[in-house]
């Protein structure tokens, strides 16, 4: 039996693109728009826009990432793992300073 994508998922990583999704439809109704001016805006077709809706993890990211700007979310995603404020990231470059330095010799024929 082939395995749909959703089952390859961590189930913590399912429970997220769902609420994603929810929250996504929450703030299209506050705006009062509708899926079909959604999908206009974002320029997917309207089943896709469900999907996104309902946290479907074969939704392009860009879709998602075009809905949030739509709704004037800006762009979140620019600035999700950034280098600056990746605390495992900055440990593991410390970790590979070297113990010594040594200086450089002179290049010969100076």
Do not use: C, W
């Not at 999908?39 to 309207?46: F, L, M, S, T, V």
């Not at 950034?82 to 200086?103: A, C, F, I, M, S």
């Amino acid at each position: 039996m082939k395995r749909t994508p959703i089952q390859l998922l961590p189930l913590p990583v399912e429970r997220t693109l769902k609420k994603f999704g929810a929250d996504i439809r929450i703030a299209r109704l506050k705006r009062g728009f509708t899926v079909e001016m959604m999908a206009q805006r974002i320029g997917i077709h309207r089943s896709t826009y469900s999907k996104m809706e309902k946290g479907d993890p074969m939704v392009g990211l860009g879709s998602y990432a075009a809905a949030l700007f739509t709704l004037g979310f800006g762009t979140p995603l620019g600035d999700l793992i950034d280098q600056r404020n990746d605390d495992t990231g900055l440990l593991l470059d410390l970790e590979k300073l070297p113990k010594r330095v040594r200086p450089k010799k002179n290049p010969q024929g100076l």
